[in-house]
């Protein structure tokens, strides 16, 4: 192992889940390198949906850190590392399909069954101050784009792979519900792709604030949507539909809001599984369709997007970052609605 750099401390605080759904802030020893593989300093890392289910649903393994939403700064390469320096400005791609599984010769890369899954239970997470990364997955940021941005990566990859996935095209009506981190996402990445008629249905008022700002044209409580008739479509229905919560009623009432040959988009997952009315989709002939994971270009798309201004990231990104011993709090507030954005931890505040 080359020389570890004067700056690299031995040990890092980092949050570790300790089981009943809470965290501790905890030293861990700063990982080191292998021959192909870099050191990053977390410059910030994205509280992401997954991250907490395994935590405030006591899914995750205690002892694990989570958090994969990240973006850093290179400080210390392999010895077998060329064409990376101290001082480069990353994020890891997860890397494309295998080409020759089923999923990948029809197209869909994202659910390569050769892919690795990302395992969330015992995750060497972000959620502290140092990563280790391998070099051949690094993508180099562009000028353009700050570090803190970068660490929407990940969603927006996400948000593109929806929309992508998804029949949709400009002049079509369109509906998401739920405006949290990944609802704003796909109404941002939906304005970028040219889509300019979007409802949002979400049950908090700063939520739906928000979605306006960032692009819906029209917001309202799920209340407010209208209940269909039998087997005819709403008065003013919708093409297609992104179940952006993970709540079974709010997937149940998008189906009921589409138009005859429109498409429901499953983003959201959610412990209650909803349940589909199969003679409206039958009569409507109606598409229902789960969207998870990247494009086969991985983070690549994301990153110019975000580099091109084209998505406002100072809405869907909360102003105040928090430190690694308030992300059990926040992780409360976005699951209470109160936050609207993205939260990211910066694990070099105290
Ligand atoms: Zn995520
Ligand atoms: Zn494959």
């Known amino acids: 192992m080359g020389d570890r750099r004067g700056a690299v401390p031995q040990t890092m605080p980092a949050s570790v889940y300790v ?7 905890r030293d861990l020893p700063v990982p080191t390198p292998g021959p192909h593989q870099v050191l990053v300093e977390v410059s910030q890392c994205g509280i992401c949906g997954s991250d907490m289910h395994l935590v405030l649903e006591d899914y995750a393994r205690v002892g694990t850190v989570l958090g994969h939403e990240w973006a850093g700064t290179v400080v210390e390469v392999g010895d077998a590392v ?5 001082g480069a400005r990353v994020v ?23 892919r690795q899954a990302p395992n969330y239970l015992s995750f060497g997470g972000a959620f502290c101050r140092y990563v280790v ?3 051949d997955r690094l993508l180099r940021l562009p000028d353009a ?7 929407l990566t990940e969603p927006t990859a996400i948000a593109l792979h929806v929309v992508h996935l998804a029949p949709v095209s400009p002049g079509d009506r369109v509906l ?5 981190p990944v609802g704003l996402l796909v109404v941002a990445v939906l304005r ?21 700002e960032v692009g819906a044209t029209a917001v309202l409580a799920p209340d407010e949507l209208p209940r269909p008739a039998l087997g005819v479509p709403v008065e003013r229905p919708y093409a297609v539909a992104f179940e952006c919560s993970g709540h079974a009623a709010a997937a149940e009432a998008a189906l009921d809001q589409l138009d005859a040959a429109g498409t429901l988009v499953l983003v959201g997952t959610g412990r209650e599984h909803p349940r589909i009315n199969h003679n409206r989709m039958i009569v409507l002939e109606l598409t229902l369709l789960g969207a998870y994971n990247y494009d086969d270009d991985g983070f690549g798309p994301a990153l110019d997007l975000l580099a091109s201004g084209a998505v406002p990231v100072d809405l869907l990104v909360e102003p105040d970052d928090v430190a690694l011993d308030d992300i059990g709090r926040a992780m409360r507030r976005l699951a209470e609605g109160e936050i609207a954005g993205k939260v990211l931890v910066r694990p070099g505040a105290r």
């Open 133 to 135: 990364a391998e070099a």
């Open 176 to 180: 998401v519900t739920g405006a949290g």
């Open 192 to 212: 970028a792709a040219g889509i300019t008629d979007i409802t949002v249905s979400e049950p908090s008022p700063p939520r739906r604030a928000r979605a306006t």
């Open 82 to 86: 060329a064409g990376w320096e101290p």
């Open 145 to 151: 784009l700050s570090t803190r941005a970068a660490a």
């Open 19 to 25: 089981g009943d759904g809470r965290l501790t802030v």
């Open 92 to 114: 890891s791609n997860p890397g494309g399909g295998c080409g020759a599984c089923r999923p990948c010769r029809l197209g869909r890369p994202a659910v390569c069954l050769a």
